[in-house]
Protein backbone atom coordinates (compact mmCIF):
# COMPACT_ATOMS: atom_id res chain seq x y z
CA UNK A 1 0.00 0.00 0.00
CA UNK A 2 1.56 3.42 -1.20
CA UNK A 3 2.21 6.45 1.57
CA UNK A 4 -0.62 8.49 0.31
CA UNK A 5 -3.32 5.74 0.44
CA UNK A 6 -1.74 4.79 3.95
CA UNK A 7 -2.49 8.79 4.82
CA UNK A 8 -5.90 8.59 3.53
CA UNK A 9 -6.90 5.45 5.64
CA UNK A 10 -5.51 6.88 9.10
CA UNK A 11 -7.29 10.23 8.22
CA UNK A 12 -10.29 7.85 7.68
CA UNK A 13 -9.87 6.09 10.74
CA UNK A 14 -9.31 9.35 12.81
CA UNK A 15 -12.51 11.13 11.54
CA UNK A 16 -14.60 7.75 12.20
CA UNK A 17 -13.69 7.71 15.88
CA UNK A 18 -14.42 11.07 16.06
CA UNK A 19 -17.55 10.27 14.92
CA UNK A 20 -18.24 7.47 16.73
CA UNK A 21 -16.91 9.05 20.26
CA UNK A 22 -20.63 11.60 19.63
CA UNK A 23 -22.47 8.65 19.26
CA UNK A 24 -23.89 7.22 22.21
CA UNK A 25 -25.30 3.43 21.84
CA UNK A 26 -27.05 1.52 23.96
CA UNK A 27 -25.44 -1.44 25.88
CA UNK A 28 -25.03 -4.50 23.93
CA UNK A 29 -27.32 -7.08 24.20
CA UNK A 30 -26.67 -10.13 26.33
CA UNK A 31 -29.28 -12.18 24.59
CA UNK A 32 -30.13 -12.54 20.91
CA UNK A 33 -33.33 -13.93 19.04
CA UNK A 34 -32.71 -14.77 15.50
CA UNK A 35 -36.67 -15.63 15.81
CA UNK A 36 -37.90 -11.93 17.22
CA UNK A 37 -36.05 -10.11 14.26
CA UNK A 38 -38.07 -8.75 11.85
CA UNK A 39 -35.93 -5.73 10.00
CA UNK A 40 -31.83 -6.67 8.98
CA UNK A 41 -29.68 -4.81 7.08
CA UNK A 42 -26.52 -6.77 5.48
CA UNK A 43 -22.97 -5.04 3.52
CA UNK A 44 -21.00 -6.48 1.31
CA UNK A 45 -18.78 -6.36 -1.47
CA UNK A 46 -20.65 -6.20 -4.76
CA UNK A 47 -17.89 -6.35 -7.26
CA UNK A 48 -17.61 -10.09 -7.37
CA UNK A 49 -20.66 -11.31 -9.34
CA UNK A 50 -20.33 -14.90 -7.53
CA UNK A 51 -20.81 -12.84 -3.94
CA UNK A 52 -23.23 -10.81 -5.27
CA UNK A 53 -25.13 -14.25 -6.23
CA UNK A 54 -24.29 -15.60 -2.59
CA UNK A 55 -25.76 -12.57 -0.99
CA UNK A 56 -28.92 -13.30 -3.42
CA UNK A 57 -29.69 -16.41 -1.84
CA UNK A 58 -29.10 -15.13 1.40
CA UNK A 59 -31.23 -12.34 1.18
CA UNK A 60 -34.27 -15.50 -0.16
CA UNK A 61 -33.54 -17.53 3.34
CA UNK A 62 -34.07 -14.64 5.30
CA UNK A 63 -37.25 -13.54 3.77
CA UNK A 64 -38.36 -17.36 3.79
CA UNK A 65 -38.04 -16.66 7.31
CA UNK A 66 -39.99 -13.34 7.35
CA UNK A 67 -37.35 -11.05 7.67
CA UNK A 68 -37.52 -7.53 5.55
CA UNK A 69 -33.98 -7.39 4.58
CA UNK A 70 -32.35 -4.74 2.77
CA UNK A 71 -28.73 -4.79 1.02
CA UNK A 72 -25.92 -1.99 0.65
CA UNK A 73 -23.78 -2.83 -2.21
CA UNK A 74 -20.36 -1.88 -2.73
CA UNK A 75 -18.31 -1.42 -6.49
CA UNK A 76 -15.06 -0.78 -6.12
CA UNK A 77 -14.88 1.15 -9.43
CA UNK A 78 -16.22 4.67 -10.18
CA UNK A 79 -18.94 2.73 -12.07
CA UNK A 80 -22.02 0.58 -10.74
CA UNK A 81 -22.77 -2.25 -13.59
CA UNK A 82 -25.78 -2.54 -15.05
CA UNK A 83 -27.72 -5.34 -13.09
CA UNK A 84 -31.16 -7.06 -12.73
CA UNK A 85 -32.23 -6.45 -8.86
CA UNK A 86 -34.97 -5.00 -6.88
CA UNK A 87 -35.05 -1.35 -6.12
CA UNK A 88 -36.72 -2.04 -2.94
CA UNK A 89 -34.15 -4.56 -1.40
CA UNK A 90 -30.99 -3.53 -3.01
CA UNK A 91 -29.21 -0.23 -2.61
CA UNK A 92 -25.20 0.32 -4.33
CA UNK A 93 -22.69 2.86 -4.29
CA UNK A 94 -19.28 3.26 -6.08
CA UNK A 95 -16.21 4.71 -5.26
CA UNK A 96 -17.66 7.90 -7.12
CA UNK A 97 -19.29 8.64 -3.97
CA UNK A 98 -16.76 9.07 -1.70
CA UNK A 99 -14.80 11.56 -0.37
CA UNK A 100 -11.22 11.98 -0.85
CA UNK A 101 -10.03 9.79 2.07
CA UNK A 102 -13.00 7.41 1.22
CA UNK A 103 -16.13 8.58 3.50
CA UNK A 104 -19.26 7.59 1.42
CA UNK A 105 -22.09 10.31 1.37
CA UNK A 106 -25.21 10.21 -0.52
CA UNK A 107 -28.67 10.30 0.58
CA UNK A 108 -29.16 6.43 0.41
CA UNK A 109 -25.76 5.58 2.30
CA UNK A 110 -27.50 8.32 5.53
CA UNK A 111 -30.91 6.45 5.18
CA UNK A 112 -29.44 2.91 5.54
CA UNK A 113 -27.00 4.16 8.47
CA UNK A 114 -30.26 5.74 9.95
CA UNK A 115 -32.35 2.47 9.51
CA UNK A 116 -33.00 0.73 12.95
CA UNK A 117 -32.58 -2.94 11.34
CA UNK A 118 -32.81 -5.24 13.81
CA UNK A 119 -29.73 -7.15 12.59
CA UNK A 120 -26.90 -5.75 10.46
CA UNK A 121 -24.63 -8.42 8.93
CA UNK A 122 -21.42 -7.05 7.60
CA UNK A 123 -20.58 -9.60 4.99
CA UNK A 124 -17.25 -6.88 4.19
CA UNK A 125 -14.45 -9.79 4.33
CA UNK A 126 -11.89 -7.55 2.61
CA UNK A 127 -12.02 -4.47 4.90
CA UNK A 128 -13.16 -1.78 2.67
CA UNK A 129 -13.19 1.02 4.64
CA UNK A 130 -16.50 2.78 3.33
CA UNK A 131 -18.69 -0.24 4.50
CA UNK A 132 -16.76 0.00 7.64
CA UNK A 133 -18.07 3.28 8.03
CA UNK A 134 -21.53 2.43 7.03
CA UNK A 135 -21.47 -0.35 10.02
CA UNK A 136 -20.14 1.67 12.63
CA UNK A 137 -22.56 4.58 12.61
CA UNK A 138 -25.35 2.51 11.50
CA UNK A 139 -28.05 2.59 14.02
CA UNK A 140 -28.68 -1.20 13.47
CA UNK A 141 -29.60 -2.41 17.14
CA UNK A 142 -27.12 -5.71 16.82
CA UNK A 143 -24.42 -5.79 14.74
CA UNK A 144 -21.99 -8.54 13.07
CA UNK A 145 -18.80 -8.24 11.53
CA UNK A 146 -15.17 -9.91 10.66
CA UNK A 147 -13.24 -9.90 13.47
CA UNK A 148 -10.35 -6.79 13.53
CA UNK A 149 -9.21 -6.45 17.16
CA UNK A 150 -9.54 -2.78 16.81
CA UNK A 151 -13.56 -3.22 15.39
CA UNK A 152 -14.45 -4.04 18.73
CA UNK A 153 -16.41 -0.82 19.39
CA UNK A 154 -18.23 -1.49 16.16
CA UNK A 155 -19.31 -4.99 16.38
CA UNK A 156 -21.80 -6.82 19.02
CA UNK A 157 -20.49 -10.24 17.60
CA UNK A 158 -17.01 -10.34 15.91
CA UNK A 159 -16.04 -13.75 13.57
CA UNK A 160 -12.69 -14.56 13.23
CA UNK A 161 -12.15 -15.81 9.72
CA UNK A 162 -9.14 -16.57 7.86
CA UNK A 163 -8.53 -13.73 4.95
CA UNK A 164 -7.74 -16.94 2.39
CA UNK A 165 -11.13 -17.78 2.86
CA UNK A 166 -14.32 -16.56 0.66
CA UNK A 167 -17.82 -14.95 1.85
CA UNK A 168 -19.37 -18.46 1.18
CA UNK A 169 -17.54 -19.55 4.53
CA UNK A 170 -18.03 -16.00 5.85
CA UNK A 171 -21.51 -16.33 5.82
CA UNK A 172 -21.43 -20.47 7.06
CA UNK A 173 -19.94 -18.64 10.12
CA UNK A 174 -22.71 -16.29 10.87
CA UNK A 175 -25.41 -18.75 11.08
CA UNK A 176 -23.45 -20.90 12.99
CA UNK A 177 -23.08 -18.53 16.02
CA UNK A 178 -26.60 -16.65 15.60
CA UNK A 179 -27.59 -20.33 15.86
CA UNK A 180 -25.60 -20.91 18.65
CA UNK A 181 -26.61 -17.99 20.41
CA UNK A 182 -30.48 -18.72 20.29
CA UNK A 183 -30.40 -22.23 21.61
CA UNK A 184 -32.02 -22.51 24.91
CA UNK A 185 -30.05 -22.17 28.42
CA UNK A 186 -30.05 -25.10 29.96
CA UNK A 187 -30.93 -24.99 33.83
CA UNK A 188 -28.90 -27.60 35.97
CA UNK A 189 -30.66 -26.87 38.99
Do not use: C
Not at 69 to 95: A, C, H, M
Not at 112 to 128: Q, V
Not at 141 to 165: A, C, H, L, P, R
Amino acid sequence: MGLFKNIKLAIAYRTLKQELSAIKRELKPTKFNFNQIRTVGILFDASNPEDFELVKRYLVYLRESNKKVKVLGFFSDKKIPELTYSKLEYDFFSLKELNWYGKPSTHIIENFINEEYDLLIDLNIHDHFPLKYIAALSKAKFKVGKYKEQDEIIYDMMIDSDNTQKLKYFLRQVDTYIAMLNKPEVNLN
